[in-house]
Nanobody
Framework: QVQLVESGGGLVQPGGSLRLSCAAS????????MAWYRQGPGLQRQLVAT???????NYADSGKGRFTISRDNAKNTVFLQMNSLKPEDTAVYYC?????????WGQGTQVTVSS
């Protein structure tokens, strides 16, 4: 059974930082491209960042220069370091794993940026 379990969300003030983690099980983690998506209130789910099995990284414009995606294949975990957070970063953040036709989602972790 495939599981993606996100953690690290919470309430943070504008300008603050959070580090999200996503622990995967039930997949050969090193083969998968991992991604973070987010869905803000009333908005569609949007891509935040991806990291391929070979370590190639891509960021959406919303997070460039502020967010850093990384992965630890030994721990089957992908991370999202978020700095200089803004109120508009408030969203549920989802972990995604995909490999050809296989596509899996976590249940999400809430990030709220507010003073």
């Amino acid at each position: 059974q495939v599981q993606l379990v996100e953690s690290g969300g919470g309430l943070v003030q504008p300008g603050g930082s959070l580090r999200l983690s996503c622990a995967a099980s039930g997949i050969i983690f090193s083969m998968y491209t991992m991604a973070w998506y987010r869905q803000g209130p009333g908005l569609q789910r949007q891509l935040v960042a991806t990291i391929s099995s070979g370590g190639f990284i891509n960021y959406a414009d919303s997070g460039k220069g502020r967010f850093t995606i990384s992965r630890d294949n030994a721990k089957n975990t992908v991370f999202l370091q978020m700095n200089s957070l803004k109120p508009e970063d408030t969203a549920v953040y989802y972990c995604n794993a995909f490999y050809f036709s296989k596509n899996y989602w976590g249940q999400g972790t809430q990030v709220t940026v507010s003073s």
